[in-house]
């Protein structure tokens, strides 16, 4: 089974922010693998679905970005999931708005969702796919940037992002993660 874990903040006030695009990720996923609605179990909302006859167990974790590794912790220990078969999705301040990157391990960068799922799993050593949201402007605060709703013009580039985001999880299933690394971290596509 594949656990790909959406990095975000429940509750209405944090739905369309950027740091909530994990949890979009997830969302989307939901609706085209069919789950059905999410049940709360294990600190998270989990799904589970199927793509090319693998199972695919879909995560949001209900502790609030910034506490992100005990639930991921303890999804995985219950349902016996490798970390090589579990995808993090989460907003990166450090990659310009609209471009996605896997990666096969690395530190937090700052992200304290992700310092927090190192804490808890006790290694840095977990697949992850990044989605750019850029740098606040010099007269904003990052925690208030990533709270901010995302707005035109940048609500375009962001649904592509998303969408291309979603194809990579898909591929990340069905054929590897080298495999989509490949694929999807080339940068922008061309425009129109």
């Known amino acids: 089974m594949n656990l790909i874990v959406g990095l975000g903040n429940p509750g209405e006030q944090y739905a369309g922010t950027r740091h909530n695009l994990g949890y979009q990720v997830v969302r989307e996923l939901s609706r085209r693998l069919q789950t059905g609605k999410p049940v709360q179990k294990h600190r998270a909302l989990l799904a ?3 793509y090319q006859a693998k199972q695919v167990m879909l995560a949001q974790p209900l502790t609030f970005m910034n506490r992100s590794g005990p639930a991921v912790k303890e999804i995985m220990k219950n349902y016996h999931i490798k970390l090589s078969d579990t995808l993090i999705v989460f907003d990166d301040l450090d990659l310009p708005p609209g471009i996605i ?10 992200h304290r969702g992700i310092q927090s799922i190192i804490d808890a799993l006790g290694t840095s050593d977990f697949p992850r796919l990044r989605i750019g949201i850029g740098k606040p402007p010099d007269y904003m605060e990052a925690a208030d940037y ?31 993660l080298e495999a989509a690394m490949n694929t999807y971290n080339q940068g922008l596509p061309p425009s129109d």
């Open 101 to 110: 990157r896997l990666r096969r391990k690395g530190g937090s960068a700052g």
């Open 48 to 50: 589970v679905g199927e």
């Open 146 to 176: 990533v709270l901010q709703q995302i707005g035109q013009p940048d609500l375009d580039l962001f649904t592509g992002a998303l969408e291309r985001a979603v194809e990579a999880v898909l591929f990340f299933v069905s054929d590897g």
